[in-house]
């Protein structure tokens, strides 16, 4: 199931590729318009998802890096022991372990995550993400997703 480890390769580089090319193209705070309901805009979070403890004063910033590093390891070993016919769980698992290692990357490095899609309707507006933020949601969706049909009896 080790194989499968290359889509969180994939994600990590899509995701700090997207964010590089965001620090290096745009400016704290600026907007790119691209329609109704979708925007560019570069902004910093130093919490955690919805900006969750972002002003708590900097220590969280190594206890995320703690949590995310520790989750990893947890989830490259689940990989390892999955049977070699449980390919959904390994691709929602490498998803999220893409996921969570390019987040920890930005908060080594920066001490805060790049964040920058923007989507909104009307006067709903979705806090700001990145691809390694849709990367962790896909793959948490696909595990329930996984969960449901193993409770109903399918083995597929």
């Given at each position: 199931m080790l194989k499968f480890l290359s889509i969180s390769a994939i994600v990590l580089f899509?995701?700090?590729?997207?964010k590089l090319w965001v620090d290096a193209s745009m400016k704290l705070y600026q907007t790119i318009?691209?329609?109704?309901?979708?925007q560019l805009t570069y902004l910093r979070n130093t919490g955690a998802a919805f900006s969750f403890l972002s002003d708590a004063g900097g220590w969280q910033r190594w206890f995320f890096v703690g949590l995310a590093l520790v989750v990893s390891v947890v989830i490259a070993v689940?990989?390892?022991?999955l049977p070699a016919n449980d390919k959904w769980?390994?691709?929602?698992l490498t998803l999220i372990l893409g996921g969570a290692l390019g987040n920890v990357i930005d908060r080594i490095l920066y001490g805060y995550v790049i964040d920058f899609i923007?989507?909104?309707?009307?006067?709903?507006?979705?806090?700001?993400?990145?691809?390694a933020d849709s990367a962790i949601c896909i793959g948490v969706v696909m595990m329930l997703c996984d969960s449901f049909r193993k409770e109903t009896g399918s083995t597929a």
């Amino acid at each position: 199931m080790l194989k499968f480890l290359s889509i969180s390769a994939i994600v990590l580089f899509l995701d700090q590729a997207t964010k590089l090319w965001v620090d290096a193209s745009m400016k704290l705070y600026q907007t790119i318009e691209l329609n109704s309901f979708f925007q560019l805009t570069y902004l910093r979070n130093t919490g955690a998802a919805f900006s969750f403890l972002s002003d708590a004063g900097g220590w969280q910033r190594w206890f995320f890096v703690g949590l995310a590093l520790v989750v990893s390891v947890v989830i490259a070993v689940w990989v390892a022991r999955l049977p070699a016919n449980d390919k959904w769980m390994a691709i929602s698992l490498t998803l999220i372990l893409g996921g969570a290692l390019g987040n920890v990357i930005d908060r080594i490095l920066y001490g805060y995550v790049i964040d920058f899609i923007d989507v909104f309707y009307g006067d709903w507006h979705w806090p700001a993400f990145n691809v390694a933020d849709s990367a962790i949601c896909i793959g948490v969706v696909m595990m329930l997703c996984d969960s449901f049909r193993k409770e109903t009896g399918s083995t597929a």
